[in-house]
């Protein structure tokens, strides 16, 4: 949908333009009260609404009698939680570039941007000045390497789909730990230029591994380590395939191999940590695909944990950068009697909706639809339900007027919503406030409302550390060079230079 010139305008005077700026003091250096940490670890699971939360609670309840982990640091009283505000410098719904560039430099960004203005203004990142100041750096994922929201705290690009030039920039960038996804962006064989950035990362001094072996049980020297051709695989995949297993590790292993890498250093660490995939699972209206991989980012969230109660030194936050896809868990039936029972049917599906679409086909009946859901999900579709998403698949969608809800993955997501009771309200971003909880020393200023670009000031002044970037553009002025300059800032992009699900900056 085109948007006039003039409508983005009137709609920035009305809203956006606005910014509050009054809790950035709070964040100043000398404003800091009480003990400094000398870590931080920043975990972000990418994509998740608070009902994401709530759900993998009630799940890991049914299916392992215990609350879950995030639900469990809520109920400490040393853990303090809110909530934070995540629109853009674009909209008030942001994309995980803008969201992770506010992280990463302290302000407002346009959707698809990284640590850049729509004028080409550059603006100086956390890790480079924690850098600077002797503070090891880590970024860790599920999405490749690459992606914007590990791009946010180092990276500096006005396109975030240029994945193979950030591959590149990550070279003099001096992370000192790099594991994710994301071997066509560093493979010689698979980039169209040639370039072997294993061999260059190598020559900079990195132990590069590719498999969960080889990563296990390093401890000292740079790493980057690549565990998949694009994103790392879903956990709900990963769980029933033994091959998957054997080549990558789970987020917590690859964030317990971070933290040990980067502890014990002069000035500290500052570790990103991105469960990646729960946004991608709200991009797919996928509920296994998201409760299984918010419960692996949950489990690298209580590695963080336990490393700073021991250590007593170390901020833990964790946090999200919008909510993905609107989901929520419905009363279904009589006095709502049919809504546990279908929630818990999630625990027999075997398979994220990628294997299932892929299984299905292109060109499927409805008898093989509901083969495939029998099989891969448990569930026996009725007739009508099948042909529905067989119609679907074939660009006939029962719910073609609707532009939020006509792709087969809604569609598949509304029929399944009669079984377990789980509904999407589309397959975007959502502007929901995120689920804010943090542990250790500077914990107290992560109560209530924090909008996103306070993060910056916020962590580096619990490093004894500032710095102002350029003021913060206005919506109006921005929006004149985006008019001016977005064809070619974002120009179609070959395959070889993109994830392919990301042509697009709506993740
Ligand atoms: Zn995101
Ligand atoms: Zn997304």
Redesign the pocket.
Known sequence: MSVSRRSLLTLGAAGLASIPFARIEAFQPQAWKGKRPKNIIFCVA??MALQVVTMANHYQQMTEGKHSFWTELMERPDVATGFQDTRSLSSIVT??AAAAGAWGSGRRQWNGQINVYPDGTKLRTLYNIAQEAGIKTGLVTTTTMTHATPSGFAVVIDNRDREADIAAQHLTNNVDVLLGGGDKFFNAEKRKDKRDLYKEFAAKGYQVVKDRNSLLGLKSGKILGIFSDSHVPFSVDRMNDVSIQTQVPTLAEMAKTAIENLKGGKNGFILQIEGGKV??A??ANDIAGQIHDQIAFEDAVKVAIEFAEKDGETLVIITSD?A?GGPSLNGAGEEYGDTTKGFASIAGIKASFGPIFDAIGKKPTASMVQDVIREKMTYGLKEAEAQAIADTIQGKSPFGLLELQKAPQSVLALILQNYHKVGYTSL??TSDHVLVSAFGPGSQYCHGMTNNFEFFNLMLAAKGLKHENPPQMTFEEAAKHMEKNKDAVFAELEPWQTSEDCSCH??
């Open positions: 990418d994509g994309d995980s946004d991608h709200g991009h919008h993905t975007n971003h709506q993740h």
